[in-house]
């Protein structure tokens, strides 16, 4: 009898074991199959995650490695403009920490919209006639309007940016032994007697004509400059800047080469004023960037002009823009404006000399490249809208522009 009870509980027991052991895999393929559909829902979600870091990564330009000692802390003022944007590209493509102060007067986020984010670069929405208090190891002073519209639209603050902010700028390089480049221009030159300028040339300025809160701003500037270097052992070097043109400048500044292209592109007459036989020079940005970056490292402390010396009647610039875009405007001749030098022709003896720079861009090939941007400017003007794009990764060609 005891026998048979054990045996009964034996199977009992066997066939509960039985039961758990089917449950459990029974429970088991459940879980296999919703895992297995988990994982085919996150799958493609994974991928998207994937494309998008790898967008992200590839948005910016590519930047050369530094080490802590040859990297530098850069700051510049008016970064967000037409020079200052292409400044902080080179100077982000080199390497170094770019903080970029701009109160975007006529400067845009577009500009430098492809470093928003990265780690080496901050943008920083300040009016540098307001003292600013950061460390940084070097200066490049861009901010000031740099087109007479732009400049003569508010003559009182152009010349407090170029006066005040100046002070201010040459305040925080005493404060935190930085050096500092000031971004000054031709028009120190005013309408000149000389041909072509040199740095020696102490210029012919009218103090009190439509152009002086810019000409004698930029002058009075320099001069600041000068006085903290001997008082206060300040480093300084002084860009004479002529005229620059390239893609970022502004449409319809009111300078030569961007009405030219616009007017073509446009099909409208292309505006001469006077006979046309006053002369201009322009250099590429890219030249120009190249001449700062060189004056910033060297040991030069006196002005020096960087500019393109290759002279061109404005008569020519048009008739050269014309058949650049293929465009069928006429040329139209208008009165002549005040106090519009006659002839502007950089010497660059001494920065040929002294920082082994000059000009190596040819001026069609420059054109050709503002011709592009304007057109690009004008497609989304039409089309009303700008998508930003995130930037392939840029794999720079081997040709070197300067020696
Ligand atoms: N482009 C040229 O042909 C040329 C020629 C000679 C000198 N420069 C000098 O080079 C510098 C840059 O010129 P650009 O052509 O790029 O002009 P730009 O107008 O494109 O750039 C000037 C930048 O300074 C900013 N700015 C103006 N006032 C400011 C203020 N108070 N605080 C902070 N930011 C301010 C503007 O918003 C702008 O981003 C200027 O100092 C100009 O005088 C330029």
Redesign the pocket.
């Known amino acids: 009898m005891k026998l048979l009870v054990v045996i009964a509980f034996v199977a009992y027991v066997a066939s509960v074991w039985g039961n758990f052991v089917n449950i459990r895999s029974i429970q088991e393929n459940g879980e296999q199959k919703i895992e297995n559909k988990i994982e085919e829902a996150v799958a493609p979600l994974r991928e998207k995650i994937r494309d998008l870091e790898k967008s992200f990564i590839q948005k910016y330009p590519p930047v050369k490695f530094l080490s802590e000692k040859d990297r530098k802390r850069i700051l510049i003022?008016?970064?967000?403009?037409?020079?200052?944007?292409h400044l902080t590209d080179k100077l982000m493509m080199d390497g170094h920490e770019v903080t970029v102060?701009?109160?975007?007067?006529?400067?845009?986020k577009r500009?430098v919209e492809h470093w928003i984010g990265h780690e080496n670069f901050e943008l920083i929405n300040?009016?540098?006639?307001e003292p600013l208090y950061i460390e940084v190891d070097q200066i490049y002073?861009?901010?000031?309007?740099?087109?007479p519209p732009?400049y003569m639209y508010n003559p009182i603050?152009t010349l407090?940016?170029n006066t005040i902010?100046t002070l201010n700028m040459l305040g925080l390089a005493k404060r935190v032994g930085a050096r500092l480049l000031l971004?000054?221009?031709?028009?120190v030159y005013g309408d000149p007697e000389v041909h072509p300028q040199s740095e020696d040339y102490w210029g012919h300025v009218n103090p009190i004509g439509p152009r002086a809160c810019?000409d004698e701003g930029?002058r009075v500037a320099e001069t600041m400059c000068y006085a903290y270097m001997k008082q206060e052992g300040v480093e300084v070097r002084v860009a004479?800047?002529?005229?620059?043109?390239g893609p970022?400048?502004?449409m319809n500044?009111g300078?030569v080469v961007s009405n030219f292209i616009l007017q073509a592109l446009q099909g409208e007459p292309l505006t001469v004023y006077g006979s046309g036989s006053q002369t201009r020079a322009f250099q590429y940005?890219s030249d120009?960037v190249n001449g700062l970056v060189a004056l910033m490292n060297s040991n030069v402390s006196s002005p020096v002009n960087l500019g393109n010396p290759e002279e061109h009647t404005i008569l020519e610039f048009a008739q050269l823009i014309k058949n650049l875009v293929g465009s069928g405007s006429e040329i139209q001749f208008l009165s002549e404006a005040q106090d519009d030098p006659q002839r502007r022709k950089p010497d660059i003896q001494k920065a040929k000399l002294m920082l082994g720079w000059e000009p190596v861009v040819p001026l069609e090939e420059g054109l050709n490249k503002a011709i592009h941007y304007f057109r690009k400017e004008l497609e989304y003007q039409a089309n009303n809208q700008y998508i930003p794009k995130p930037k392939p990764a840029r794999i720079k060609k081997g040709r070197t522009r300067h020696n």
């Open positions: 003022t008016g970064g967000a403009g037409f020079v200052g944007s102060v701009d109160n975007f007067f006529t400067g845009r500009n300040h009016d540098v006639v002073h861009l901010a000031s309007p740099a087109s732009n603050k407090k940016t902010g971004a000054s221009t031709s028009e810019y930029k004479r800047i002529f005229n620059t043109f970022r400048m502004h500044d300078r940005v120009l």
